[in-house]
Each structure stands twice: as C-alpha cells, then as structure tokens.
C-alpha cells in the first residue's frame, strides 16, 4: 500500500477541509467517518437511523460500527488514503492498525489548535448538501451568497452538531479521549504535530 495519512484533531481544526484539498491534488481517497455517517443518516439506512440521534448528541458512534463501515469503503491496496475522524479512541487506533492498514505504511497528522478559536470556526462553518464543499461564514464564504461555488447548488446548511450546546459536548469528548490515541502513535514514531491555526493555503 502506498503511504496513506490519518488526520487527528478536534472538532474544527480542520481535518475535512485539508482532506480535501490533499485528496485533489495528489490522489488520495478521503475517507472520513462523520461524511460516511451523515450519508447513512442522509439515506434513512438503518444504520443511520440508528446513529442519528447519537450524533445529533454530539456523543461518539460505537466502534465495531464506524470501522466496518470504513472496512466497506476500502479498495485495492494500491490506493492512498487520508482518513479523516478515525481513530477516536486507542481502541479504535488499534482496530484500525489491525484490520485495514496491517502493518503497512501510514503516519498520523495532528492537527493541533486553540479551543476558543475551534468554536469560532464551528459557528461559521456551512456545508454544502450536494457536493459536500464546505465553507466558513466568515474565513472562507462562497463567491456568491448562498450558492455553492462547486457546483452551484443553493442547498448550504448547518450541521445540527454544529449548534453551540452540541460543539461543547463534542469538544469534551474529543479532550477526553485524545491524549492515549497521540501517545499510541507517538509511542510507533508515526506523529507529526501541525500548527492548525494557520491560513489553509499555509497548511497545504
Ligand atoms: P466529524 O464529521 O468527523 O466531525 P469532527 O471530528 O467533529 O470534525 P469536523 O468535521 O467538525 O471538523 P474538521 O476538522 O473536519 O473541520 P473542517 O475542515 O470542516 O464527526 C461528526 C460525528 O460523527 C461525531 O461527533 C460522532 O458522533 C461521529 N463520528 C465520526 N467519526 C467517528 C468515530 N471515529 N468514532 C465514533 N463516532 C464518530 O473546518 C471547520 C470550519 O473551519 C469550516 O467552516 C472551514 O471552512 C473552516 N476552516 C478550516 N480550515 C481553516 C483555516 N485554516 N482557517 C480558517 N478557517 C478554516
Ligand atoms: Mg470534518
């Protein structure tokens, strides 16, 4: 498998927005667990009814869920992937180790940021409906008001774990369970840490 990259980070730090830009410049697959969620959610699946309400919450999806459905989505070992929102948890890190990366080449990418400046972005984020493109109300806004630049669509909305009450407890989470997935990867030599709070066009 050539080298693929997993991105670390808290709610708003950016991992979708790299993700993107990454996947469209240099071949990777994006994969990224809360996107194959939403479809689910999206498709009225059983599995997306049955996790919609989790992720309304802000609460994590378990993970025998979220890593089958990562498992569904990958090809030939030729591909490269980011993955994008998983692992969450050590447990989920070594899941991942175990069933799709086996030993194979890969490094971990935090993407390190001050809280106050996560919210910030969060409350301004919108997300296009159609094409997935996502934007910021105040950093980074389509050219034309609400209308997607990629693919013209006038259905931009909110995520509704986007609501403040809802990013609070995202952001708990994500302190809680952080600390031992960086030490597992740091502890493999497979960290690199990134300051997240610069311009995206700096990060790239
Ligand atoms: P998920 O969709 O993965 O959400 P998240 O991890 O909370 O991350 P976000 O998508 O909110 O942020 P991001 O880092 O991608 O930032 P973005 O690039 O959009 O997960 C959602 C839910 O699904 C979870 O709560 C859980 O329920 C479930 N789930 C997912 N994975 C799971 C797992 N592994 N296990 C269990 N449950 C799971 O950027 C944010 C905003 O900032 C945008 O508006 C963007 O335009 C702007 N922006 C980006 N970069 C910059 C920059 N450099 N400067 C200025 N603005 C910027
Ligand atoms: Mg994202």
């Known amino acids: 498998m050539a080298q693929s990259l997993v991105f670390l980070g808290a709610p708003g730090s950016g991992k979708g927005t790299q993700s993107k830009l990454l996947s469209e410049e ?104 159609q094409c997935g493109a996502v934007y910021n109300l105040k950093t980074m806004p389509p050219a034309k008001t609400g209308v997607c630049d990629k693919c013209s669509s006038q259905d931009l909305y909110q995520r509704n774990d986007d609501k403040a009450e809802v990013v609070s407890e995202r952001l708990k989470i994500y302190e809680e369970n952080i600390r031992p997935v960086l030490r597992y990867y740091q502890n493999k030599g497979l960290l690199t840490i990134i300051d997240a709070g610069q311009e995206t066009s700096t990060l790239r």
């Open 26 to 129: 240099h071949g990777f697959k994006h994969l990224s667990t809360g996107d194959l969620l939403r479809e689910e959610i999206q498709k009225k699946s059983p599995l997306g009814q049955r996790v919609d309400d989790i992720m309304k919450q802000g609460k994590l999806v378990d993970d025998a869920t979220v890593i089958d459905l990562l498992a569904d989505r990958f090809q030939g070992k030729n591909q490269k992937y980011i993955i994008d929102g998983f692992p969450r948890n050590e447990d989920q890190a070594k899941l991942l180790d175990e069933r799709l990366f086996k030993g194979k080449g890969y490094a971990a990418v935090f993407f390190n940021m001050e809280t106050e400046e996560l919210v910030d972005r969060l409350s301004g984020r919108i997300t296009c409906r």
